[in-house]
Antibody, heavy 122, light 107 residues
């Protein structure tokens, strides 16, 4: 059974750095054609893809947030970490991690964590 | 970035009805289009990937079609549990953008 679980702070202050951890089970972060993405959703709004990492060290970031984001993984711990610098109240959102599949150039998020709500407030 | 536009933004239908949700991409994305269902307070769940391939376990009354810039999600024989917000997402190129969502209410 594939599971993903996000963990991290519930509240961060403006200008602080957010660090979120996604702990996965049921698959390996070294599996071919599987990766982990981070996606966020402000309250009442649509989904926004942030970044992904794959076993072949291919990382990718949303261009609009690239200078603020960093993604890394610890395969032995089955964890993927996302850091986002210089947090602002507009970054208040539920942050999801999701397993990402790639088959014949088709790419989709087939399993999701429950999400963690992060509020940016002083 | 590729812009994804869904229509309608919301709709209301009765159990047993057939509904269609449309998603239009701002450029040709071939077949690289996925559909997700998000129920209130839950994480999204993939329904369709690659334009028309159903994720394992998705009922056959839910289907996807389309290519190029225009795609549709069709749900037949609506059930109360279909009440949710539906999102399309392009996987042609990063950033992998989502539509704004279509909220489906079952009367």
């Amino acid at each position: 059974q594939v599971t993903l679980k996000e963990s991290g702070p519930v509240v961060v202050k403006p200008t602080e750095t957010l660090t979120l951890t996604c702990t996965v089970s049921g698959f390996s972060l070294s599996s071919a054609r599987m990766g982990v993405s981070w996606i966020r959703q402000p309250p009442g709004k649509a989904l926004e893809w942030l970044a992904h990492t794959f076993s072949n060290e291919e990382d990718s970031y949303s261009p609009s947030l690239k200078r603020r984001l960093s993604i890394s993984k610890d395969t032995s711990k089955s964890q993927v970490v996302l850091t986002m610098t210089n947090m602002d109240p507009v970054d208040t959102a539920t942050y999801y991690c999701a397993r990402t599949r790639v088959v014949a150039a088709t790419y989709w998020f087939d399993s999701w964590g429950q999400g963690t709500l992060v509020t940016v407030s002083s | 970035d590729i812009r994804m536009t869904q229509s309608p933004s919301s709709l209301s239908a009765s159990a047993g009805d057939r509904v269609t949700i449309t998603c239009r991409a701002s450029q040709n994305i071939i077949i690289y289009l996925n559909w997700y269902q998000q129920k209130l307070g839950q994480a999204p769940k993939v329904l369709i990937y690659g334009g028309s391939s159903p994720q394992t376990g998705v009922p056959t009354r839910i289907s996807g079609s389309g290519s190029g810039t225009d795609f549709t999600l069709t749900i037949t024989s609506l059930q109360p549990e279909d009440s949710a917000t539906y999102y399309c997402q392009q996987s042609y190129s990063a950033p992998y953008t989502f539509g704004q969502g279509t909220k489906l209410e079952i009367k």
